[in-house]
């Protein structure tokens, strides 16, 4: 919701992944400015707590996987099936329109995972 208007709906399967996907999620749309199907395809991460592990999708690993190393952090390269799945749906108002109708949807749908992002 925003404003009391609604704004999105995101889900992300995935047990333990759930909330740190959606953060993750969250922070590639609303502070790095992503459409909902890009951040459905970027790169995430998973910490594991009691093994104090971090998993890194392979394109991420690539990129700071061995600087995490060196500082000390067990990083790992993982495949998407271990970063959950999502779909999303995203309403975006027209610009200086008063009325809720006046706008259009946008959706993403994760590439890792079998699934859609549908809306009625």
Known sequence: MHGGE???????????MQAQGHAQWLVDVLDLGANVQA???????????????????TP???????QLAAMGHTVKSVSGEEVGGVQSIMYLAEPGSAAHTDGYYRAGS???KDGEAVGW
């Open 6 to 16: 609604p704004l999105m709906t995101v889900t992300l399967m995935g047990g333990d």
């Open 39 to 57: 951040a459905a395809d970027m790169a995430r991460f998973r910490h594991s707590q009691i093994s104090n592990v971090l998993s890194l999708e």
């Open 60 to 66: 991420l690993y690539d990129l700071v996987g061995a």
């Open 110 to 112: 994760d590439f890792r």
